[in-house]
């Protein structure tokens, strides 16, 4: 039932990436710890598992189409057919969020796009935040509706972003690789791949 396109170490736990349901976060012994995905369509047993979006400052998002995934809200959205989910140091979570149907809109009917996102989870609160992104701002020369990654790059800080298929490029289609400072967003490196698998 889960299309698991990662997995990695989060502290004691693993944190997963499904392409249809978002994040999520198991014990080692296999127990549900807490979910990221837009609330719309989860069965009775999982909804205590959703995570709830909280703003910049920390209030509770109380949109509901953003809390079901319809709409996003200033400085909030949820990971969309998600890829390559990274522990940061300071405990917080990176994840390619490849835009895929993004707000239930089949990718051919909407002008979408790919980004990179940090996001912070309060699990006593039982709530997500959004920290940063990048990737809005580059429409379909980011856009990759599969495959794709994130890596952080620990010796600077910064953070490389893949769209790996599918990408407009000057030469047709192919991929990306740009390492981001993510302090001040400024690219530091932008590759472009035109092999076009």
């Given amino acids: 039932w889960a299309h698991n396109n990662g997995v990695t170490e ?3 736990d693993l944190l997963i990436t499904m392409r249809y349901q978002g994040l999520a976060s198991f014990t080692r012994t296999g127990n549900l710890r807490w ?7 989860w069965s009775e047993p999982y909804r205590k598992f959703l995570l709830r979006p909280v ?3 920390g209030h509770l998002l109380t949109d509901t ?10 400085g ?6 998600p890829h390559t989910p990274v522990s940061l140091p300071n405990g917080n979570i990176l ?8 707000h239930f809109i089949p990718n051919a009917q909407t002008a979408n796009y790919s980004r990179v996102v940090a996001y912070r989870v ?11 992104s990048y990737g809005q701002s580059r429409g379909l020369q980011g856009f990759s509706q599969a495959l794709s990654g994130v890596q952080y790059l620990k010796q600077t800080g910064h953070v490389l972003f893949c769209p790996g298929m599918g990408v407009s490029t000057s030469k047709g289609y192919g991929g990306r690789v740009v390492e981001i400072d993510p302090l001040t967003k ?3 490196f932008d590759l472009e791949i035109t092999a076009p698998s």
């Fill in 122 to 132: 309060d699990e006593a609160k039982g709530t997500i935040q959004q920290l940063w």
């Fill in 186 to 188: 400024e690219v530091i």
């Fill in 35 to 41: 979910i990221i995905s837009p609330h719309q369509g």
């Fill in 10 to 12: 989060l502290g004691d």
């Fill in 95 to 102: 994840v390619f969020d490849n835009g895929f149907n993004r």
């Fill in 65 to 74: 189409k953003v809390i079901t995934g319809e709409a996003a809200a200033p």
């Fill in 76 to 81: 909030f959205d949820w990971a969309w057919g």
């Fill in 55 to 57: 703003d910049e400052e």
